[in-house]
């Protein structure tokens, strides 16, 4: 005996047929049974008391399968039973949804003989009463619900089994993914990439690797849409990034040991956000940038003193404008000093040695002396600059020595010698003069001074040259 009780939410689903003369047969249909959210197609009609709504009995019909029920209760309680009557005139055709819906429900194990007859009645009258039409898609929405209730938990349970019952069922392919936006992604391809997915999701539970589970949740987001597993793959993704960064700790460390600076800077430059936010790792990163530098640094100094031993000291500011800022200590400043001041003297002695007659003037000779004694500071450091030192030291001697000069006059011309003096009126006078060129001022009272040049960078030291120097001469 099958019974209902008010808790089920049955909803009645009664067929009314109106066959021969002078009799009326009213054939009421069992109640449709509302399914639990886990379990949608696994429920089992079973016999229960009738509450007290005042239906005296129910009672099976074991040969023909047909709930009877006694007409003045059904016609007093079921909000259909005083309708059908009535409703036999109107009957209405279902919509294709509803009846794709019905058409699923007959391999149903609780619903499918019931649903089996409305089809009955729907293809011998056309239609439904529209009360239990009403109620029909009633139980469809609420079945709907069921199913997408217990799909989606089998998705967020990585329960693969029942998935793939679900997802075949006529009432899923059918109905369900028409009428659910949610689940029309599931087509034969997506079901076997999100079967791949899912037993890769076991795989990886199974031997703790966080890496592979959270690949597979990416993948199940991505081939469902849904976003089931929100809370679990926050704990993986902050698990992963732990992993992460102590993997790549490692490797950093390993490559600083072995002085990988370049190797270990490339690999920082492709890092993402949250592994270069990492203190640790960007220790590791100023660190290995900071010995890149006094690398680069050492080997630039050990160009320099290449270059300075080759007495190429034109090459060494060049080379030390690559050093970094932050690495120009006390060292860089001596070498920088000494570079610059080398070239400096270089270019001055250069000079003087190219008009030697100059360092006859005593002008000059204090400027040259003191190129000297600024170049012997450095000397041992460049042989080209000691070469120029000792070049205009002897030019300094040369122009140094006197050479005799015999002055001849007429007894009235004053003789003046810019820097050296006066010649008192004579007849004849004889000087030792250095080797430079000398401008001479003859002055003889009511006359104007004559000037002469003379020019002994080139006198002999031995023999006197004779001038003449007379008032109007």
Same mark, same amino acid.
């Given at each position: 005996?099958?019974?209902?009780?008010?808790?089920?939410?049955?909803?009645?689903?009664?067929?009314?047929?109106?066959?021969?003369?002078?009799?009326?047969?009213?054939?009421?249909?069992?109640?449709?049974?509302?399914?639990?959210?886990?379990?949608?197609?696994?429920?089992?009609?079973?016999?229960?008391?009738?509450?007290?709504?005042?239906?005296?009995?129910?009672?099976?019909?074991?040969?023909?399968?047909?709930?009877?029920?006694?007409?003045?209760?059904?016609?007093?309680?079921?909000?259909?039973?005083?309708?059908?009557?009535?409703?036999?005139?109107?009957?209405?055709?279902?919509?294709?949804?509803?009846?794709?819906?019905?058409?699923?429900?007959?391999?149903?194990?609780?619903?499918?003989?019931?649903?089996?007859?409305?089809?009955?009645?729907?293809?011998?009258?056309?239609?439904?009463?529209?009360?239990?039409?009403?109620?029909?898609?009633?139980?469809?929405?609420?079945?709907?619900?069921?199913?997408?209730?217990?799909?989606?938990?089998?998705?967020?349970?990585?329960?693969?089994?029942?998935?793939?019952?679900?997802?075949?069922?006529?009432?899923?392919?059918?109905?369900?993914?028409?009428?659910?936006?949610?689940?029309?992604?599931?087509?034969?391809? =997506?079901?076997?990439?999100?079967?791949?997915?899912?037993?890769?999701?076991?795989?990886?539970?199974?031997?703790?690797?966080?890496?592979?589970?959270?690949?597979?949740?990416?993948?199940?987001?991505?081939?469902?849409?849904?976003?089931?597993?929100?809370?679990?793959?926050?704990?993986?993704?902050?698990?992963?990034?732990?992993?992460?960064?102590?993997?790549?700790?490692?490797?950093?460390?390993?490559?600083?040991?072995?002085?990988?600076?370049?190797?270990?800077?490339?690999?920082?430059?492709?890092?993402?956000?949250?592994?270069?936010?990492?203190?640790?790792?960007?220790?590791?990163?100023?660190?290995?940038?900071?010995?890149?530098?006094?690398?680069?640094?050492?080997?630039?100094?050990?160009?320099?003193?290449?270059? =300075?031993?080759?007495?190429?000291?034109?090459?060494?500011?060049?080379?030390?404008?690559?050093?970094?800022?932050?690495?120009?200590?006390?060292?860089?400043?001596?070498?920088?000093?000494?570079?610059?001041?080398?070239?400096?003297?270089?270019?001055?002695?250069?000079?003087?040695?190219?008009?030697?007659?100059?360092?006859?003037?005593?002008?000059?000779?204090?400027?040259?002396?003191?190129?000297?004694?600024?170049?012997?500071?450095?000397?041992?450091?460049?042989?080209?600059?000691?070469?120029?030192?000792?070049?205009?030291?002897?030019?300094?001697?040369?122009?140094?020595?006197?050479?005799?000069?015999?002055?001849?006059?007429?007894?009235? =011309?004053?003789?003046?010698?810019?820097?050296?003096?006066?010649?008192?009126?004579?007849?004849?006078?004889?000087?030792?003069?250095?080797?430079?060129?000398?401008?001479?001022?003859?002055?003889?009272?009511?006359?104007?001074?004559?000037?002469?040049?003379?020019?002994?960078?080139?006198?002999?030291?031995?023999?006197?040259?004779?001038?003449?120097?007379?008032?109007?001469?």
């Amino acid at each position: 005996m099958n019974r209902l009780s008010d808790s089920s939410a049955p909803v009645a689903l009664a067929i009314a047929t109106s066959q021969r003369r002078k009799r009326v047969q009213v054939v009421a249909g069992a109640c449709l049974l509302g399914l639990t959210v886990t379990a949608p197609f696994l429920c089992v009609l079973k016999d229960r008391d009738v509450s007290a709504s005042g239906v005296s009995s129910v009672l099976h019909d074991g040969q023909t399968g047909i709930a009877k029920i006694n007409a003045p209760i059904l016609a007093k309680e079921s909000p259909l039973s005083s309708q059908v009557a009535e409703s036999q005139k109107t009957l209405l055709p279902l919509e294709a949804h509803t009846l794709r819906g019905l058409k699923a429900l007959t391999l149903d194990p609780e619903y499918g003989e019931i649903a089996a007859r409305l089809l009955n009645q729907i293809n011998a009258e056309g239609g439904l009463p529209a009360e239990l039409i009403e109620e029909l898609e009633n139980k469809l929405t609420e079945r709907l619900a069921a199913m997408d209730g217990s799909l989606k938990l089998a998705v967020a349970n990585n329960d693969l089994p029942l998935f793939e019952k679900l997802s075949s069922s006529r009432f899923f392919n059918d109905y369900v993914v028409n009428q659910a936006q949610q689940w029309r992604w599931v087509t034969d391809s =997506a079901r076997s990439d999100f079967a791949v997915a899912s037993k890769a999701q076991s795989s990886a539970e199974i031997e703790k690797n966080i890496e592979a589970e959270l690949r597979a949740l990416y993948s199940i987001r991505a081939i469902s849409g849904l976003d089931l597993n929100s809370e679990r793959i926050a704990e993986l993704e902050v698990e992963v990034t732990k992993l992460e960064q102590e993997l790549l700790q490692a490797e950093f460390a390993q490559l600083m040991a072995a002085g990988k600076y370049d190797e270990l800077i490339s690999r920082a430059g492709v890092l993402s956000p949250d592994m270069a936010k990492d203190t640790h790792i960007r220790d590791f990163i100023a660190q290995a940038e900071m010995s890149l530098m006094k690398q680069r640094r050492d080997e630039i100094f050990a160009e320099v003193s290449t270059q =300075a031993s080759a007495d190429n000291w034109r090459a060494v500011p060049g080379l030390l404008n690559a050093v970094p800022v932050n690495l120009r200590d006390q060292e860089f400043q001596n070498v920088q000093v000494a570079a610059a001041a080398i070239i400096e003297l270089e270019d001055a002695l250069l000079e003087l040695s190219r008009k030697p007659d100059r360092l006859a003037d005593e002008n000059v000779q204090r400027y040259a002396q003191n190129l000297i004694a600024r170049a012997r500071e450095f000397g041992g450091l460049s042989p080209k600059l000691d070469n120029s030192v000792a070049r205009i030291v002897d030019g300094i001697e040369v122009a140094s020595v006197a050479v005799p000069l015999l002055i001849e006059s007429d007894g009235r =011309a004053k003789i003046l010698i810019p820097g050296l003096g006066y010649v008192e009126p004579t007849r004849e006078k004889s000087l030792w003069l250095q080797k430079k060129r000398y401008t001479f001022i003859v002055r003889c009272a009511g006359e104007p001074d004559i000037r002469s040049e003379i020019d002994l960078r080139r006198a002999s030291t031995t023999s006197p040259r004779a001038v003449r120097l007379t008032c109007g001469a």
